[in-house]
């Protein structure tokens, strides 16, 4: 990785996330589920697109070459499991002694994060399945029913904006996770407690902008979800009174609201931005703007390689499962080194403590227009 050098005011960031560019010029972006050339830097006498192409060509090779079962199944295992520790979940609720109690709370709360995070986000990339129709269904079962959001606007806002913006200042910056008027430790340590609540409110907001059958069925979806969860913690967890049973749906359903809300600002949030008009290709635009954490096997489990340790493989090519991203990681990251081009890594420790520190100038205020001037 080369030494930071930048026309303009950099966006903050550690040392290992500040980059450089030389001997091009930004354009558009391709949007989510394109591994097809999106343009590319001309380096070392090489045009524009031969270094997505390349890239490309590399990671299909891995794909085509990979069975049903790494290209899905793993991924749909995950969520199977998932699906059959419910039982058992429930069922430690019934108990009066902590220890049996707490099992059940967190298996269901490692559980409910499974579905809705990576179940959802897999859905939203279609990365199941590779039929349309079963992936719309999935999408609706993950998103709506077990999330309580709706289809249209996950797909839209996800899918077509911060993957097909990715850090490009008003569009797909990630500004709809601050809230300046919190102060850092209530928004870190506790506003994600009201995760779990602020979620539907949203979905409800933004159903005025779909179709009304659209509406009706994320509605109808989002109600069964709920009441499924409340009827079998007042029927089969044995809670006795509808507020106990409520409580235990919120405390399941934040267990891991606070990595959720990290990972999501940490990831980007930080990093490089760039305006609208000067938007690199997108080798470059992934690989400024996304940045890794390390393997962590609860939210490995719970939220997929792909938010996690194989975010930077997950926007260049974001209709691959987890499994697949991470088994294209090593290519990916070997690529981007050998090009001398930034493939940024950092510890989860690293970037709380870096939030926690300039979280005002990360969180508040508006962030810094970049522009590229050179690669070294």
């Known amino acids: 990785m ?3 050098s930048f026309r303009s005011t950099r966006a903050p960031g550690d040392s290992r996330t500040d980059v450089m560019a030389e001997g091009w010029e930004p354009g558009p972006a391709l949007g989510d589920g394109d591994v097809t050339p999106g343009g590319a830097p001309q380096r070392a006498g090489k045009p524009e697109e031969a270094l ?24 749909i295992s ?49 990365a199941l399945t590779e039929s349309k129709s079963w992936g719309k269904v999935w999408a609706i079962f993950f998103i709506e029913l077990c999330s309580a959001f709706t289809v249209e606007q996950a797909t839209y806002n996800h899918v077509k904006i911060h993957h097909g913006y990715t850090n490009i200042i008003g569009l797909g910056d990630s500004s709809t996770w601050k809230l300046p008027f919190l102060n850092r430790y209530i928004y870190m340590f506790i506003a994600p407690l009201a995760v779990p609540i602020l979620t ?12 009304w059958k659209a509406a009706l069925r994320t509605l109808c979806c989002m109600f069964l979800g709920f009441y499924c969860h409340y009827w079998l913690l ?22 891991l609201a606070h990595p959720y809300i990290h990972v999501n600002i940490f990831q980007h949030i930080g990093l490089p931005m760039f305006p609208a008009d000067r938007k690199p290709k997108r080798i470059h635009l992934m690989s400024l703007g996304v940045l890794n954490l390390p393997r962590n096997a609860l939210l490995d489990w719970s939220f997929g390689h792909s938010l996690i340790s194989c975010h930077v493989e997950h926007h ?32 989860y420790s ?25 690669i070294q």
């Open 2 to 4: 080369g030494d930071p």
């Open 52 to 75: 997505m192409t390349e890239l490309s060509e590399l990671v299909q090779k891995v794909v085509k070459s990979s069975s049903w079962w790494e290209r899905h199944g793993v991924d």
């Open 78 to 126: 995950i969520l199977a499991c998932s699906f059959l520790l419910l039982p058992a979940g429930f069922l430690c609720l019934r108990s009066a002694q902590a220890i049996p109690f707490l099992a059940g709370v967190l298996t269901l709360g490692v559980v409910h994060h499974t579905l809705t995070v990576k179940g959802s986000h897999l859905a939203s990339h279609n």
């Open 200 to 211: 539907p409110l949203v979905a409800l907001d933004l159903l005025r902008n779909v179709e």
């Open 234 to 255: 007042l029927h089969v967890s044995g809670f006795q009174s509808p507020w106990s049973a409520l409580l235990c749906m919120l405390l399941t359903r934040s267990l």
């Open 316 to 347: 260049l090519f974001p209709s691959l499962s987890d499994n697949m991203c991470l088994k294209i990681k090593p290519i990916v990251s070997q690529y981007l080194k050998q090009k001398k081009l930034p493939y940024n890594e950092d510890t």
């Open 350 to 374: 690293s970037r709380l403590r870096l939030f926690l520190q300039r979280y005002e100038e990360l969180m508040v205020h508006a962030p810094p227009i970049t522009e590229l001037v050179g």
